[in-house]
């Protein structure tokens, strides 16, 4: 066994039903870390990487979350992987260093030497052993993988600057109103066990001024709607940026892909690179053939061992098929993501779609989008939906089509009926309704 001195724990951060909300609808069917993105849920992908991080010993998800949406993963993934994966449920947002800190009893049950924290919603080749050798030369208390993005782009990120020979972490700001560097922070982090510390400084500094806030009536009542909860603690704006410029914080450049999963528009464009990264890490997990026995495929696609796809469809690139899908002859799929007991009939068409579980898409239909991974707007969502003939064309970025099973938000069961020849373009459908016009850019709820 290594000694304790070696060991490394993970950490990612995973969220809650707060969060995420540009995710939606996607989140509402499921927890966001769930989401299928190549086939394997979108937390999978991190866990997957921090499995090649020499002597780990332990890795925790961290959110607030319920327990019992993330119970059947955590065990079916610690089984698979034989590193032991447990949940932690936060009682409420503690913010991402105030949530780390929350639960530093069971991180350093293991006595780590090195603790690698991730944000779930990343998504990157996460080069963390070679990041993890990186951070040990420095011999600081932390380390960020960083990357170069377009300076037009920069500030929707937090932008840093560090020192070109040293890598030393100078300056830090997140989102900036004015233009700072393009180098960007990815949300990938390795700490020594000393972040603890850190954090337990400004929860010290927040509680003294609290206390003196408490000094004057008017004072508290005028800081009270401003004021952050005393526990809530940001690793950006509350850790990384008073530390930058004392030799305690480095940084690792990626040369590789790296994007934000923060709508469903970018959630296929990661997929597709999640798939393209596979012929190199997990060749067995992509499908292939030539359209003689099995159908023909194109690029990179991940086709679930359950799902029955028909000899004569042509699938690929960048596709998806998750499981008990059923797709027809002559169907053809280019860049969608199809969920769970979708059935795509004879000779359907989809493109740049993501289409939910349990939806149909009828003979000779087309579900189509432009492919605008970044565009607000365009969006078509449908409850549980049989098509006939159904035909969306040209449609602003993509077409998700979605069963919605909420208790919350609708009542379950229920169907959207779109009738023949109706064209839905950039719309939400909610369930019990039947389409019997074209629509477009309306919200039926």
């Known amino acids: 066994m290594a000694g304790s001195e070696q060991r490394v724990v ?23 870390p769930l989401f299928p993105l190549a086939g394997q849920p979108m937390v999978h992908h991190p866990i997957s990487a921090c499995r090649r991080i020499p002597n780990l010993a332990q890795i925790y998800l961290i959110g607030f979350y319920e327990e019992r949406e993330f119970a059947l993963y955590v065990s079916s993934i610690s089984n698979e992987l034989r590193i032991p994966v447990r949940y932690l449920r936060e009682d409420k947002p503690h913010g991402s260093a105030g949530g780390l800190y929350s639960f530093r009893d069971y991180i350093m049950e293991d006595s780590p030497s090195h603790i690698v924290l991730l944000n779930c919603d990343v998504c990157s080749s996460f080069p ?27 500030n929707q990120f937090g932008e840093l600057v560090a020192d070109p020979e040293t890598n030393e972490l100078l300056h830090y700001t997140e989102k900036p109103e004015t233009f700072v560097s393009d180098l960007i922070n990815c949300g990938v982090y390795i700490f020594t066990p ?19 806030r408490r000094v004057s ?22 850790i990384l940026s008073p530390l930058a410029g004392k030799k305690e914080l480095y940084t690792y450049q990626t040369l590789d892909f790296w994007e934000q999963i923060k709508t469903p528009g970018m959630s296929l464009r990661c997929s597709g690179l999640y798939l393209s990264q596979f012929r190199r890490t997990s060749p067995h997990l992509l499908a292939s053939g030539d359209g003689k026995r099995t159908a023909t495929i194109v690029g990179d696609v991940y086709i679930h061992p359950s799902a029955k796809v028909h000899p004569t469809s042509k699938i ?23 969920l769970d007991d979708v059935e795509i009939m004879e000779n359907a068409v989809v493109i740049h ?3 939910g579980w349990k939806s149909s898409i009828g003979k000779w239909s087309r579900v189509q989008g432009e492919g605008d991974h970044n565009a607000k707007l365009g969006i078509t969502i449908l409850g549980k939906t049989q098509t006939r003939r159904f035909t969306v064309s040209h ?7 979605l069963f919605l099973e909420l208790t919350s938000y609708i009542n379950t069961g229920e169907a959207v009926d779109v009738e023949d020849e109706v064209v839905v373009v950039n719309s939400i459908v909610l369930p019990n309704k039947t389409l019997n016009v074209s629509v477009q850019e309306e919200i039926i709820l």
């Open 10 to 32: 993970a950490v990612i951060m995973v969220g809650g039903p707060t969060k995420g909300t540009r995710f939606r609808p996607l989140s509402l069917n499921v927890p966001k």
């Open 128 to 154: 963390l052993p070679d990041m993890l050798e990186a951070h040990k030369k420095y011999g600081g208390m932390g380390t960020l993988l960083v990357n170069k993005v377009s300076a037009e782009s920069a």
């Open 217 to 238: 009536s008017f004072e508290a009542l005028q800081s009270a709607t401003k004021a952050l909860p005393a526990d809530f603690v940001r690793l950006d704006q509350d």
């Open 353 to 355: 779609s993501i289409v």
């Open 395 to 401: 449609t602003e970025i993509f077409v998700i089509i």
């Open 316 to 338: 690929g690139p960048n596709v998806s098929i998750s499981a008990n899908a059923r797709v027809g002859a002559g169907a053809r799929l280019i860049n969608c993501i199809i």
């Open 194 to 212: 000393n972040i603890f510390s850190a954090i337990e400084d400004v929860l010290k500094q927040k509680k003294d001024r609290a206390n003196l």
